[in-house]
């Protein structure tokens, strides 16, 4: 049986007019009128959990302290904290529509937000939806706020959350690339610098130097992390707190405290802090440079798979799929192409933020919602793509020894081994003499008898040239 009330309606108003909303719809016009105005990116705001939740978390903490301080009744107040829990459950997450893009600096996911905490609060009173006399999205859910400190206060919150759990997924490649350094601690292999042959290293250092760049990365990151903490809430629209009761500040930071766990703090100057983004741009910069570190590494692990046979060969990746419709028995290292190219896109971000960022004038800089984009669809690709390559790519890389061994062995990089014994001048004849007739460095050096034939062969045995002598 069809359900009557599909296509039933209730009629909303503003300022600009009104309009018929869908009747099982817990947001109201506002939110109607951004879905017809930004239709831009595909991307709505319930793409991104932690934001939705972050959101009813300022919701649930503005009327905590509205309602300490006297300002709307206990009985709103606990209903509209009940609609903020279902939120934070993750319940009615179809009912945040409004795309992630959109001018006004978020006024639209604002009152998104305010239209569906007050109907469901409506519910809980036993009133209808858009009996607004009894809760408004305006007068009680927004009671205290403006977009202007409520916008920023929900996507900083969301970012410390979402950079938190990318540090868990850096540090699980890390703890993945370790692994890897233990296990492959033995096999002598060269090192190279501008794709040249250098010096012999063993290829558990070389992936203990990729976890170790990684856990770099964490530290850097949470010291972006903690400028997030830092909120406007109590700035209302810009940093004068107007349309806010006295003490509401110190109010809302200790409520939104008690219900998020995450230790926020006042800014020290809601003017400034109201028109401020440097902590996008610091996030931003410190994403960026993960990014353009863990894109290294992928390049390397590209390289150093090359071949089989015509390529550098040191280590096997998993072989994942077929890489080629035309030629049989290729194989690409698809896992690090797909990071790279995640990685690529975070260094492109930074533009964007960057330009967003200056782009504010006055006392609000309207740009935000491009920031936000930016910046958690970055984290979350990058987050998703580091698992994947730790799980696909790296936990499986097996080292082809002997061909690594075989590489040392007749490199002329070994010849730099014999500075502190014959000098330059003569090491560098060896060397040409290796790279014209193409013989071994060791052969070279035992016919020009400039050393014995044991000092030559402890001096160039890989395994002593690891560390200093």
């Not at 991307?43 to 509205?66: G, H, Q, R, V």
């Not at 569906?116 to 999205?137: F, S, T, W």
């Not at 006042?266 to 610091?282: F, H, K, P, R």
Request: proline share 4%; hydrophobic share 40%.
């Amino acid at each position: 049986m069809q359900d009557s009330t599909k296509h039933k309606t209730r009629l909303e108003h503003d300022f600009l007019g009104e309009l018929e909303i869908p009747a099982d719809t817990y947001y109201g016009i506002q939110t109607c009128r951004a879905l017809e105005n930004f239709n831009v990116s595909g991307e709505p705001i319930s793409t991104f959990p932690e934001f939705i939740k972050s959101l009813a978390w300022i919701k649930k903490a503005a009327a905590i302290a509205n309602a300490r301080l006297g300002v709307i009744p206990e009985n709103i107040s606990k209903a509209i904290c009940a609609a903020c829990d279902e939120i934070i459950d993750g319940g009615l997450r179809d009912q945040f529509p409004v795309d992630v893009i959109q001018g006004g600096a978020g006024t639209s996911t604002n009152m998104n937000a305010n239209e569906v905490i007050a109907n469901r609060a409506l519910e809980i009173m036993g009133h209808a939806k858009g009996d607004y006399q009894y809760c408004h999205p305006n007068n009680h859910v927004n009671c205290s706020q403006s977009t202007n400190d409520s916008y920023p206060s929900a996507l900083r919150l969301a970012l410390y959350v979402k950079l938190g759990r990318l540090m868990n997924d850096i540090a699980y490649l890390r703890d993945g690339f370790a692994k890897k350094g233990s296990e492959f601690v033995h096999v002598v292999k060269m090192g190279r610098t501008q794709l040249q042959d250098a010096v012999p290293m063993t290829l558990g250092m070389e992936f203990n130097a990729y976890a170790n760049t990684l856990g770099e990365e964490i530290v850097r990151l949470e010291e972006a992390r903690e400028l997030a903490l830092e909120i406007n809430m109590g700035a209302t629209a810009i940093g004068t707190g107007i349309c806010s009761p006295k003490g509401y500040t110190k109010a809302v930071i200790e409520a939104l405290k008690e219900v998020s766990g995450i230790p926020v703090m006042t800014s020290a100057n809601l003017v400034e802090a109201t028109w401020d983004t440097g902590c996008y741009v610091q996030i931003s910069g410190a994403l960026k440079r993960t990014a353009t570190k863990i894109s290294k590494i992928c390049n390397d692990l590209r390289l150093l798979s090359s071949g089989p046979r015509t390529g550098i060969n040191e280590i096997n990746l998993p072989k994942l799929q077929p890489g080629s419709s035309i030629m049989p028995g290729k194989v690409n290292p698809v896992m690090p192409e797909m990071v790279n190219q995640i990685c690529f896109d975070i260094m492109g971000k930074d533009v964007t933020i960057t330009v967003a960022s200056e782009a504010g004038q006055l006392e609000l800089n309207v740009m935000e919602p491009i920031m936000a984009l930016c910046l958690f669809t970055g984290i979350d690709r990058l987050g998703k793509g580091l698992r994947a390559l730790q799980d696909k790519c790296v936990a499986g890389i097996t080292a082809n020894e002997e061909r690594c061994r075989q590489l040392v062995e007749h490199s002329i990089g070994i010849v730099t081994a014999l500075l502190p014994y014959i000098g330059y001048e003569q090491a560098a004849s060896i060397a040409r003499d290796a790279l014209s007739t193409g013989r071994s460095v060791i052969e070279i050096a035992r016919e020009q008898k400039l050393l014995d034939k044991a000092q030559i062969e402890k001096i160039l045995s890989p395994d002593n040239m690891l560390q200093p002598q």
